[in-house]
């Protein structure tokens, strides 16, 4: 079994950064695919970032391209999302998700969750 535990969220304004931590007990992410998604309120979850688990191929929503990053950092067994200049669009609840395959992937088909971290973006 894989805990994960997201922080790194807060309130922020419009143009400004936050990174989102997700930290795993249990088990090593080193051969894990990993995704970070997101809820906003009213609205059905949805992909923001994903990658294989070397890190070769990503994929990010549309929305965020540019301005979002996800990478992981194995020796402290956490990946994270860079996410620089913030929009109040961007407000909603972050999850990330690890999978034990090591292909990329984009859809909610994975198999640990996280508790989920609020970012708010004030305008």
């Known amino acids: 079994q894989v805990q994960l535990v997201e922080s790194g969220g807060g309130v922020v304004q419009a143009g400004g950064s936050l990174r989102l931590s997700c930290t795993a007990s249990g088990r090593t992410l080193r051969t894990y695919a990993m995704g970070w998604f997101r809820q906003a309120p009213g609205k059905e979850r949805e992909v923001v970032a994903a990658?294989?688990?070397?890190?070769?191929?990503?994929f990010y929503a549309g929305a965020v391209k540019g301005r979002f990053r996800i990478f992981k950092d194995n020796t402290k067994n956490t990946v994270y999302l860079q996410m620089d200049s913030l929009k109040p669009e961007d407000t909603a609840v972050y999850y990330c998700?690890?999978?034990?395959?090591?292909?990329?992937?984009?859809?909610?088909?994975?198999?640990?969750w996280g508790q989920g971290t609020q970012v708010t973006v004030s305008s």
């Open positions: 990658m294989s688990w070397n890190g070769i191929s990503t």
């Open positions: 998700a690890a999978e034990t395959s090591p292909g990329l992937r984009v859809g909610e088909t994975y198999d640990y």
